[in-house]
């Protein structure tokens, strides 16, 4: 078997160690790009995403709310741990589309807040029954409309109700039990059972809605 002469054995060795420098070299910045590129999709759709919500007028907006704020905060934890790859404009277009964001939901929380907030216990009972009445004077004959009246305000309306809408309709429905209790010997039997029936479904639907709520909380 013949021997490889000196200087060629050298010129081998040396001709590997730079193959395999070079594809070190390659690899590694090949890997950093892929990540680069990914996390830059990823704000891309989350800048999209942020703009569409923001430019939104909707009259159910903040029934969205509660899914719109789980997708952002899903999107931005994603972003975050990859932050650092990002170019300085790329970190500075996220800074501004958390902020648009966050500002545009603050936003919204408050005028939903004032927009529902009732003024008075009395303008609150005169929206769901239709007029102004004085439940505690109220005649025995008026209770089942004013009960009929309740109900149907809720069974109108309730899909846009808050908490606070609940808990005013809910003061209400007290005060007219209070009044029933008062004076249900002078109603007939059928009047009383058609009383007892619309208790029943407002207290079921009520019900309803908190067990939904506390499963979207979950």
Do not use: H
């Not at 704020?69 to 994603?78: G, L, M, P, T, V």
């Amino acid at each position: 078997m013949k021997k490889i002469p000196l200087v060629l054995a050298t010129s081998l060795l040396t001709l590997s160690a730079a193959v395999a420098q070079k594809t070190t070299t390659t690899t590694k910045p090949r890997t950093q790009s892929s990540t680069a590129s990914a996390i830059e999709r990823d704000l891309d759709i989350f800048s999209d995403w942020v703009n569409d919500k923001v430019d939104r007028v909707a009259a159910d907006i903040q029934r969205e709310k509660p899914r719109l704020n789980a997708e952002f905060e899903r999107q931005s934890k994603r972003i975050d741990k990859a932050v650092d790859s990002l170019t300085v404009e790329g970190k500075k277009e996220y800074d501004t589309q958390k902020t648009r964001y966050e500002n545009w939901s603050i936003k919204q929380d408050s005028l939903d807040k004032a927009a529902r907030r009732p003024a008075t216990a009395a303008q609150s009972q005169k929206r769901f029954l239709g007029e102004d009445v004085v439940i505690s004077r109220a005649r025995p004959t008026e209770l089942p409309d004013l009960y009929a009246r309740l109900v149907e305000s809720m069974r109108d309306q309730k899909k846009n109700w808050t908490a606070t809408d609940w808990s005013a309709a809910g003061a209400v429905l007290t005060n007219l039990n209070a009044r029933y209790e008062q004076v249900r010997t002078q109603l007939p039997l059928e009047e009383r059972l058609r009383i007892r029936s619309l208790q029943g479904e407002f207290r079921t639907l009520e019900k309803a809605r908190n067990v939904k709520d506390a499963i979207n909380e979950q």
